[in-house]
């Protein structure tokens, strides 16, 4: 069986952990002094020396989006048969169906070859063996002299060609990697898939249900409301009064009992705050709940009519930004914020004029309070650094607005002060 250590024992690690046959892993590295020494669900959690003195044999598999100085600190220890799980483009529903269902890919039946030695490649390698009973028609298109290391640490188990020439024709050929943009250089006897097409052929699994959603309110208004310090009670029962269209997030059910309004949407998008919440949220009636998939076991067990899932695509970015959905059904992209996530799902609901209230944008500034109560009840106990990624939020907004302007959304910021400069102000006093 093909084992691993995955680094950063943080959502995206335990997640990936929670998708796969849990005995694939064997430990979780993690610089943070406060985890080295304990264990995550059996897997011990150890330091860098310590794989490098115990287990530096197994491959690493990278899981922080951010793994720039993790890819730093491997090549400087010699260590170059590592994965990065952000060159992945397949969801974890995808690894669930296959490594705990035993469902492979539309297409993918009869055999597959993989460009490149990926993570979800070798998985799929092994569950092929298992499902169909043989490995005639599997193996890895390894042209890159880079990948050699990891060539060597798989040590046979695995075949490899070294040029298209030697690749079956019969088979497809999967383009694992997030960015495909060389998909039409390949002969034309290659059949070739990319992961996004996997994804599509799979067809996630909450989409038929987010489908109705579509246009709902083509032409019409709303608010996000979001949660910073800003954000009071007598100006959700002003929204309430007038009976505006709200989409709301994360923690605003802790001013529900000051307050008659509720939204009409809700979205949560991280990993741990779904974790830790999503059973009270969706216990929440009169509404409908977006979740999403980023903490893979909350959703093990059936959920009512009025929450839905939804796909939460966990893409590196540089200074352009996210790209922000046109099709939030098949997912949604990450700018580490949620308020994002509610924007790709205002802009999919049809809404053509946006506002954005109680969005502060200031925790970077101040050393008070990140939201309108109190931070460690709101958040139960994640801290300040997790919730609040300033550069990628703004790139984010960047992301929405060129979107906006480029479809003839109007997307306007109403929040009482704060300190999100990039969407033009407006007075929340003459909206309503």
Not at 358 to 364: E, I, M, N, P, R
């Amino acid at each position: 069986m093909f084992q691993f250590v995955i680094w950063g024992r943080g959502v995206r690690g335990t997640n990936l952990l929670h998708s796969i046959k849990s005995e694939r892993v064997i430990a979780f590295i993690d610089n943070r002094d406060r985890d080295i020494g304990s264990d995550y669900e059996g897997k011990p959690v150890i330091s860098f020396d310590a794989y490098m003195k115990e287990y530096r044999d197994y491959i690493v598999v990278v899981s922080p989006m951010n793994h720039s100085e993790i890819v730093e600190q491997l090549e400087y220890a010699g260590i170059r048969h590592y994965l990065l799980l952000t060159d992945e483009c397949i969801s974890f529903d995808q690894f669930i169906m296959m490594e705990q269902e035993g469902i492979l890919p539309e297409g993918t039946q009869g055999g597959a070859s993989f460009e490149g030695i990926s993570l979800y490649g070798l998985l799929f390698y092994e569950n092929f063996k298992c499902i169909i009973g043989h490995d005639t028609d599997l193996g890895f298109l390894c042209e890159d002299s880079g990948q050699k290391d990891l060539k060597a640490a798989l040590n046979g188990q695995c075949r490899m060609y070294a040029s298209l020439a030697e690749l079956p024709k019969h088979i497809p050929l999967v383009l694992p990697l997030k960015k495909n943009t060389h998909i039409a250089s390949y002969p034309d006897d290659i059949r070739v898939i990319t992961a996004n097409q996997l994804n599509e052929q799979q067809k996630f699994r909450g989409r038929n249900a987010i489908e109705k959603f579509r246009g709902i309110h083509h032409g019409q208004r709303c608010f996000i409301v979001a949660t910073g310090p800003s954000l009071t009670s007598l100006d959700l029962d002003r929204l309430c009064q007038s009976q505006e269209i709200c989409i709301s997030m994360n923690g605003i059910f802790n001013i529900y009992e000051k307050t008659t309004w509720r939204p009409s949407y809700y979205a949560a998008s991280d990993g741990i705050y779904i974790q830790k919440s999503g059973d009270e949220i969706c216990n929440y009636s009169g509404y409908d709940k977006f979740l999403s998939d980023a903490y893979a076991p909350f959703w093990r067990k059936p959920r009512n009519s009025s929450c839905h899932r939804f796909h939460i695509i966990m893409e590196s970015f540089g200074p352009e930004g996210p790209e922000f959905s046109n099709d939030f059904a098949v997912g949604a992209f990450s700018a580490f914020t949620v308020t994002y996530i509610c924007l790709q799902l205002a802009v999919y609901m049809g809404f053509q004029e946006i506002y954005l209230f109680g969005v502060d944008f200031s925790a970077h500034n101040i050393s008070g309070p990140i939201h309108f109560c109190d931070d460690k009840v709101y958040a139960h106990g994640i801290t300040r650094d997790y919730i609040f990624s300033h550069d990628e939020n703004l790139l984010g907004y960047l992301s929405a607005k060129r979107y906006a302007e480029a479809n003839g959304i109007q997307i306007y910021n109403a929040t009482r002060g704060g300190k999100l400069e990039v969407f033009e102000r407006v007075d929340f006093d003459s909206l309503s």
